[in-house]
Each structure stands twice: as C-alpha cells, then as structure tokens.
C-alpha cells in the first residue's frame, strides 16, 4: 500500500509574490494616469500608485525574509518588477516634458544600469556566480525612487511646494551618480571573473 504524500504548497501566492505582483499590476496604471500629465487628479493618482509600489519593494524583501517565503519565482520577479517600474516611469515623464533638457541625460545613464547589471546577472548565472546588492546600491534605489516619485507628482506636488520639482531633478542626478559608482562597481566584479572564466 502506497503511502500518501502531502502536496506540497505553492510558493506562488505567498503574501512575498502578492506584493510583487501587486508592484507589476501598478506599472500599467501608473503608465495610464500619466497620460494625462496636465491633469492634477492624474498626477496624485499616480503618485499614490508609485509610492505604494515602491513600498512594496521594500516590503517584500522583508517579509520574504521574516517569514521563510523566499522562492525562485520570488527572487526572478522582484528585479524585473523593479526594472519595469523605474524604466516605465523614466519614460513617461521625458514624453511629457517633466524630464526634459540635460535631464534627459541622467534617465538614458539609470536607464542604461538597469540593462547592464541585468546581462551582468545573466552571465553570471551562468558561471553559478551571485551578484550580490551592495549598501550603494540600496542607497542608489532609494533616492532613484524618491525622485521618480517627485517627479510623477510633478507639477501638481509643484502647486503645493514650489521647487518640489526642482528637488526631484536634483535627485535623480544624484541617483545617476550612484548608478554610475554602482554600475562600474558590478562591471568590475562581472569583467573580473569573466577573466578567470576558464571555458
């Protein structure tokens, strides 16, 4: 008589993916609000939506963490969320002139990190080589966030506190110097064992 097995639960619908699919939900609609950049009620909606996403790019990690919900399916989403976040976002606002100029410059420079470490993270996968985040690089999220989320207000936070816009400028220069270090600091590592790379 065969014993019977208990079925093991899926890792999918831990509240750790629930918060990264809900992060992934809110790209599409930040992207739909922003098409109307002139309209203030657009503009709160959005930042609401991007300030809960980027809460939950903290919260997930947490409680992957704090309740053993860590998975492959977790740990292959979590970055992409990110990315897609972040690149949609870059996007909209330099279409609707919020990043515009020289500004312009720091977008394509976060923009082209994101690519970078993303084949960097591939290739290593495949010499069984992690890439770990370093503390620059949460620093580098966090202020990139922080500006993304000033900036979606955009002139709707600017009505409220005039140069907010401004401050949102500034610190997404910041982040693109901290892309920069971190970007060079991945590069680094990733050349570095490439060289070694006996294949």
Known sequence: MNAVL????????TLAN??????????????ALLFWPDEFAA???????FVAAAITDYLDGYVARAYAQSSALGRMLDPIADKLLVAACLFMLAADGTIGGASIGAAIVILCREVLV???????A???VG???????KWKTTVQLLALGVLVA????????????????????????????TGWD????????AIDDPR
């Open 154 to 181: 955009g002139p709707a936070a600017e009505d409220v506190i005039p140069g907010s816009m401004t401050l949102g400028i500034v610190l997404l220069w910041l982040a693109a110097v901290l892309t920069i270090y």
């Open 126 to 128: 495949e010499l069984k």
């Open 131 to 137: 890439l770990p985040v370093s503390r620059i690089a």
């Open 6 to 13: 208990p079925r093991r639960r899926s890792q999918a619908w």
């Open 18 to 31: 629930c918060l990264t699919y809900g992060r992934l939900v809110a790209v599409p609609v930040v992207v």
């Open 186 to 193: 991945y590069m680094r590592a990733g050349i570095r064992h």
């Open 43 to 49: 503009r709160w909606a959005a930042f609401g939506v």
């Open 118 to 124: 993303s084949g960097l993270r591939e290739y290593l």
